[in-house]
């Protein structure tokens, strides 16, 4: 893909799913505590919401998994503060 921009929208579309699914499927896990209220649940839940900080996007992450070089890996590090006059 040519530009930032494309690469990050298209990035930010994979995310923002996975990030979805991740919350779905801790909504699921709370509600199976809370009507069941057996403990595994909550071995689950934590594990989910810890699998969750783990797949937050970082600047760093991002151009890791991006493979970004150069200019676009400072831009998206600094978060564009580089390229201000």
Known sequence: MVGLG???DH????V????????????????GLLFTGH???????????VWFLFQWP????VSRQLK???????MVITKGDAFEF
Do not use: H, N, Q
């Open 58 to 61: 970082t600047p760093r992450t």
């Open 16 to 31: 923002r799913t996975r990030m979805k699914t991740i919350t779905g499927v801790s909504f699921f896990l709370a509600a």
């Open 11 to 14: 990035y930010y579309l994979i």
């Open 39 to 49: 403990e595994w649940f909550t071995i689950y839940f934590g594990g989910m919401i």
């Open 68 to 74: 970004l070089k150069g200019d676009e890996r400072a």
């Open 6 to 8: 494309k690469k990050l």
